[in-house]
């Protein structure tokens, strides 16, 4: 077997398992190792995964606290009013790269509950967007917005009829969900559906898990898991040119992943029970419980919002909120010096941009 980002013949490796979970898993993960390449760093699982199991999983438990949130929201009579110093910051990236204006046609692998495109929305920024989507309560969200969503993953035939469209593709802790076997030609048809000189950006964990053994990067669904060589080597073999790699957030050697898991085990966060309409599916019983409570605790909230609209209107009820909303919002200065804006080796995220 050969390394799909350095072509070594895989000689050289670790074998590593994956972390204890606090959410649901399908059981294979329990039966993978994560193959860790010595010469690039990075890490493959050991096993093909069924596409459809994987879906039913992401659609009917890994997206369980998403749709409780999505089912909550939806009932809820105010928009959120959070700013995401995550996109923002990833939108500060792109446009020293590229002017996001309205004339700039982008795709968005990935796209989740939409809060890069509400970032871009807040910052008056309107390009056409498009996104893939595979998660039912997430393109539920995707619709509300206006967004137009494709409704399953990404999969490199979804680039026929598409190519030499975009001016920039995103993909923001997508591609790390991408089994081992799809990663090069996915990539292949990123550069393909980019108009010439577009651009990539892709932010993908810090894992090299040969350097940060205890950085908790192992983490259930992951399918391949990036150092800053290996995603270099990747995009550079399939024609891409960097603009730009570096790692930002929290440093991966401050973490003690260990110690977390520890504490974790001593609460039972790691009861699990097979599920009773799916036999691939490990049920985690603590995570379940989370989400009632979680649920119940947003039903209440909704139920006391729907009353002051009764009372005062929804005109008002918005214009208050909206007011509040932009009171309790992060400053501009909390915004700037959150993690996310922090730049420097070994942190915990590989943000990248490369040109078609
Ligand atoms: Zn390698």
């Known amino acids: 077997m050969k390394c799909i980002a350095c072509d070594q013949e895989l000689q050289n490796y670790s074998e590593l398992k994956f972390s204890e979970t606090s959410i649901h898993k399908l059981t294979i993960f329990d039966e993978m190792t994560i193959i860790c390449c010595q010469d690039c760093g990075i890490g493959l699982v050991s096993k ?51 002017n996001i204006d309205k004339s700039k046609k982008i795709l968005e692998i990935g796209a989740g509950k939409g809060d890069f495109y509400n970032a871009l929305r807040k910052l008056n920024l309107n390009p056409t967007y498009v996104t ?16 137009e969503t494709i409704s399953k993953s990404f999969t490199p035939e979804d680039c026929e009829n598409r190519e030499n469209q975009y001016d920039l593709i995103i993909m923001s802790h997508t591609l790390e969900h991408f089994h081992p076997s799809t ?14 000189g577009g651009y990539f950006f892709c932010e993908v964990p810090n894992a090299d898990l040969n350097k940060y053994t205890n950085a908790g990067e192992r983490v259930v669904p992951h399918l391949t898991f990036f150092s800053l060589s290996s995603l270099d080597l990747i995009l550079k073999k399939n024609n891409f040119r960097i603009s730009f790699l570096k790692t930002c957030g929290n440093l991966q050697y401050e973490k003690d992943a260990k110690s977390i898991i520890e504490c974790y085990e001593k609460k039972g966060m790691f009861a699990f029970e097979e599920d009773p309409n799916n036999k691939k599916i490990l049920r985690n019983i603590y995570y379940d419980k989370f989400l009632e409570y979680q649920a119940k605790r947003f039903s209440r909230k909704n139920k006391i919002l729907r009353l002051i609209v009764k009372i005062i209107g929804k005109r008002v009820t918005l214009k208050i909120f909206n007011i509040l909303g932009k009171i309790r919002n992060a400053t501009y200065d909390e915004v700037l010096s959150s993690e996310f804006f922090q730049y420097r080796e070994d942190a915990e995220f590989i943000r990248c941009l490369a040109r078609k």
């Open 48 to 98: 093909e995964v069924d596409k459809d199991d994987l879906s039913e999983y992401y659609n009917s438990t890994y997206g369980g606290l998403a749709k409780k949130y999505a089912l909550s929201d939806i009932d809820s009579p105010i928009e959120s009013n959070t700013i995401d110093s995550r996109s923002i910051s990833q939108i500060t990236l792109i446009n020293t790269f590229i």
């Open 183 to 196: 990663i090069n030609k996915t990539v292949q048809s990123i550069h393909k559906m980019l108009k010439p």
């Open 132 to 147: 893939f989507e595979p998660q039912k309560e997430a393109q539920e969200r995707l619709k509300d917005m206006g967004i």
